[in-house]
C-alpha cells in the first residue's frame, strides 16, 4: 500500500485544509504514515513571510536529498497552480525537489495528478467513493479530524480585501463562502463525534455571506452555531476578522451566545492612519477604537489580541510612535506581532526605496513588543488564584506516575497541570497557581483532581 504524510506550516487554515487532504489521500487509498517512511510527502505551505517559506524549501530539500524517491506534493499559499512538473511551467518547478503542485482548492484533482507517479497504486477506490464529482467542491470534503475536541470548520476562502503587503488575495483568490446550511451540518456532524470547541476559519470571517448569496451575515452564522449548544458544544471562536465588517449585529450576537469566548482576535496591523492608508487597510483607527469600545461596553471580561507589522516600508519614527501610544492605550492582551518582510508580486515589495534598516526594524520590534507585555502581563496576573475552566489539548508523560496537560481557557490563557490522566479533549476546572509570562501553572481543585486520578489512585479512594 502507497504511503503518505502531511507536515503543515503556518496557520490554523492551513491545518485545517490538511486535514480535509488527508480525507482524500484515504479514500484514494494511501497510508498515513511518519514523513522519514513516506512514499509521497505533501507540504502544506503558508506564504506569509519569507522565513514561512524558507523553512518549506528547507524542508523539502532534506527529505528529497534523504530519499530521492519520494514524491514530493506542494500545496497551501505558495502554489498558485494545479500540475506536475512534466506539464507546469510554473516557476515553483524551478525548486528540484517539487514533483506535484496542487492548489488547496483542487485537493480533489490531486489523485489523479498522482497516477503517473504511482504507476502500481490502484486508485479505484477513490473513483468509486467520489467517482460521481461529488467532493469537486473542496468544502464538501469530509476532514479527517485530528482532535475531535476542537475543531476547526472554514466558512470561507480568499480575501477581496487586496492589503499591500499580503500575498493571500493572489494565492487563495477572491473570497467565496460556503452555504450557511453546508458550515451547520458539517457543524453538527462534528458536535454529535464529540467537538466542544469549533473555531469558524477564514480569511475574512465576518464578510461572510450565505453561499454567494445576498447580505453578508456573519451574526447570523454565529447564533446559528451558538444553537449546537444544547447538543454539548461549549465555545465557538472565529478567526480572521477585519474590522471593516466588525459590524454592530457582531457584536449583538456575541454578546447573546452561550458558547461565546471571551476573547477577540482583530487584527489591526498598525497605529498610524497613515501607515494603515499605506497598507490599504480601509479603516482609522478611530473606527477600530470604537469598535473595541462598543465590544468591551457589551462584554466586559474580553481580551483582546491584534496582528501587528512592524517596519512597513515608510514607517517613520513619528507613525511608529503613535503605533506604540495606540497599544499603551488599548493594553492588548496579545499581539501577533511581525517585523515586515517583502512579499513577491505585491506593492509593498515594490516600495524599495521606503524600505527601513533590519536593525531598526528590529529595534521597533522590541520596543513595541515591551510595551505590549508590561500590560499583557498585568491582565493576566489578575487571574491568579482563579478557577477556571480549560480546554485540554496536550498530555504528556510527566514523573510519579502523572500527566502534564496544557489547554486554554476560554480567555484563551494557556495553562499546565499535572493530572493522574491524561486529559487531551477534557474540559477540566484548574486553579490558576502561578503566571510566567503568557503562561499560568495551575492545580485541579480537590474534587475535579479526584474526578481524574490515576486508575490505581481511583482503587485506593474506593476501598
Ligand atoms: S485582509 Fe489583507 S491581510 Fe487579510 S488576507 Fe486579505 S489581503 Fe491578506
Not at 494511501?30 to 514523513?35: C, D, N, S
Not at 488599548?330 to 505585491?346: E, G, N, V
Request: proline content about 3%.
Amino acid at each position: 500500500m502507497s504511503t503518505y504524510a502531511i507536515r503543515t506550516f503556518g496557520c490554523q487554515m492551513n491545518h485545517s485544509d490538511s486535514e480535509r487532504v488527508s480525507q482524500v489521500m484515504q479514500k484514494a487509498g494511501f497510508k498515513l504514515t511518519e514523513e522519514d517512511l513516506a512514499d509521497l510527502l505533501i507540504v502544506n505551505t503558508c506564504s506569509v513571510r519569507q522565513k514561512a517559506e524558507d523553512k518549506a524549501y528547507g524542508f523539502m530539500t532534506k527529505h528529497k536529498r534523504a530519499n530521492k524517491n519520494v514524491k514530493i506534493a506542494i500545496t497551501g499559499c505558495m502554489v498558485r497552480q494545479t500540475g506536475d512538473r512534466e506539464n507546469s511551467r510554473d516557476p515553483l518547478f524551478s525548486f528540484d525537489s517539487i514533483d506535484i503542485a496542487f492548489r488547496i482548492e483542487d485537493t480533489a484533482r490531486m489523485p489523479k495528478l498522482l497516477e503517473r507517479h504511482f504507476r502500481e497504486h490502484d486508485f479505484s477506490q477513490f473513483e468509486e467513493a467520489f467517482g460521481d464529482g461529488s467532493i469537486e467542491n473542496y468544502f464538501n470534503i469530509v476532514p479527517k479530524v485530528e482532535n475531535k475536541a476542537q475543531v476547526f470548520v472554514p466558512i470561507m476562502q480568499g480575501c477581496d480585501k487586496f492589503c499591500t503587503y499580503c500575498i493571500v488575495p493572489f494565492t487563495r483568490g477572491r473570497e467565496i463562502s460556503r452555504p450557511l446550511e453546508d458550515v451547520l451540518a458539517e457543524c453538527k456532524v462534528l458536535v454529535e463525534a464529540g467537538a466542544k470547541e469549533i473555531t469558524l476559519l477564514g480569511q475574512n470571517v465576518n464578510s461572510y455571506k450565505d453561499g454567494e448569496k445576498g447580505e453578508k451575515c456573519f451574526a447570523k452564522l454565529l447564533l446559528e452555531v451558538d444553537k449546537l449548544h444544547v447538543m454539548g458544544l461549549s465555545r465557538t471562536r472565529f478567526t480572521s476578522a477585519h474590522p471593516q465588517d466588525f459590524t454592530d449585529d457582531v457584536i449583538d450576537a456575541l454578546a447573546h451566545m452561550k458558547t461565546r469566548c471571551p476573547y477577540i482576535h482583530l487584527p489591526v496591523q498598525h497605529g498610524s492612519n497613515q501607515t494603515l492608508r499605506a497598507m490599504n487597510r480601509n479603516y482609522t483607527i478611530d473606527k477600530y477604537n470604537d469598535i473595541i469600545a462598543k465590544i468591551r461596553t457589551a462584554m466586559p471580561d474580553t481580551t483582546l489580541a491584534t496582528d501587528i507589522i512592524v517596519g512597513f516600508p515608510g514607517e517613520t519614527e513619528e507613525q511608529f510612535q503613535e503605533l506604540c501610544d495606540f497599544a499603551d492605550e488599548l493594553k492588548l492582551d496579545f499581539s501577533y506581532t511581525a517585523i515586515f518582510s517583502p512579499r513577491k508580486h505585491t506593492p509593498a515589495a515594490r516600495m524599495e526605496k521606503e524600505f527601513i534598516d533590519m536593525e531598526e526594524k528590529k529595534s521597533r520590534f522590541h520596543r513595541f513588543d515591551e510595551i505590549v507585555k508590561k500590560h499583557a502581563f498585568a491582565q493576566r496576573a489578575k487571574f491568579v488564584g482563579k478557577e477556571v475552566e480549560v480546554l485540554v489539548e496536550k498530555s504528556e508523560v510527566a514523573e510519579n506516575g502523572l500527566y502534564r496537560n496544557a489547554g486554554r481557557t476560554r480567555e484563551f490563557f494557556e495553562v499546565w497541570f499535572l493530572a493522574g490522566r491524561p486529559l487531551k479533549g477534557k474540559e477540566v476546572m484548574v486553579t490558576l497557581d502561578e503566571q510566567k509570562g503568557y503562561v499560568f501553572s495551575g492545580t485541579m481543585p480537590e474534587v475535579e483532581a479526584q474526578k481524574y486520578a490515576a486508575p490505581a489512585l481511583l482503587k485506593v479512594l474506593a476501598v
